[in-house]
Structures are given as structure tokens and as C-alpha cells.
């Protein structure tokens, strides 16, 4: 009787493991997109701080507001919630809250600032086994 080494056997493998993994994909396991992207804000510099939130449309267990806090550059990605970080497919509606330091206001205090929203008027769909999304937004001169 003849027996296949095991090497040979670990060969033969390889490519039914690389098939697996190119079906598999980049997620996470989890069924979350990751999304991240830029900030950018028509006619002026960026604020203090903000923070997009998408909110989903649709309710269930695992749907929940996400979001993140924009970096200096204007860049932000989602805030991982517990230990995941992305959206479920599904559409959003996103949501920006920015802070702009009042006239003579102090930056140390929260009373310094005035709190500003915007809505984008498009919704966000994330389509289920997407690749990583990159949403970026200008907010206007004068937002809604």
C-alpha cells in the first residue's frame, strides 16, 4: 500500500485553503464594512472637534448608531464597539456634529463652544460582503 507523504498532502492543500480565504474575503468575520474617510468644510477651516454618526434606518439587535471623531487632518474611521469596528449592511442616515470655539469663548471650558449639526441629504447604503468603504463629505458654507 502506498501512503502519500505529508508533505505531499500539505502541498495538495494549499490551493483549496487560498480558494477558501479569496471566497471568504476581507471581512471581519462579523458582517461589518469597514467605513472610514475624510471630513472636509466648504469656505473655512475645520472646527474644534466632530463627529460623524451614521444611524441606521432599519432597527434590529445588532444595529445600532456608529460612528467616530475626526483627526486633525480631517480623517476619522468608526470607533471599534467591542473590539469590531464597521457598519452592518444596511442604509444610514449620517449625521455630522461639529464645535466651533464662540467669540472669547475659553477652549478649556464646554461652554466655549457652539455646537453646529449637519445631515447629509444622501443616505448611505452598505451593500452586504463590501469591500472597505471610503465616504467622504464637504460640509457646506452654511449647513441645513
Known amino acids: 500500500m502506498y501512503t502519500i507523504p505529508k508533505n505531499a498532502r500539505v502541498a495538495a492543500s494549499v490551493p483549496f485553503i487560498l480558494v477558501a480565504l479569496l471566497i471568504a474575503g476581507c471581512s471581519s468575520g462579523t458582517g461589518m464594512v469597514p467605513v472610514s474617510g475624510k471630513l472636509t468644510f466648504a469656505g473655512?477651516?475645520?472646527p474644534h472637534t466632530c463627529r460623524i454618526t451614521f444611524v441606521p434606518e432599519a432597527s434590529g439587535p445588532d444595529l445600532r448608531p456608529m460612528g467616530g471623531e475626526m483627526h486633525a487632518d480631517g480623517t476619522y474611521t468608526i470607533t471599534p464597539f467591542k473590539g469590531v469596528s464597521g457598519l452592518f449592511p444596511g442604509t444610514y442616515v449620517v449625521r455630522i456634529a461639529?464645535?466651533?470655539?464662540r467669540p472669547g469663548g475659553n477652549p478649556d471650558s464646554d461652554a466655549g463652544f457652539i455646537e453646529r449639526q449637519y445631515v447629509v441629504p444622501e443616505k448611505l447604503?452598505?451593500?452586504?460582503?463590501?469591500?472597505?468603504v471610503t465616504y467622504d463629505v464637504e460640509v457646506p458654507a452654511k449647513p441645513r
Open 44 to 46: 473655512r477651516e475645520l
Open 98 to 101: 461639529f464645535y466651533d470655539l
Open 125 to 132: 447604503v452598505i451593500e452586504s460582503g463590501s469591500r472597505p
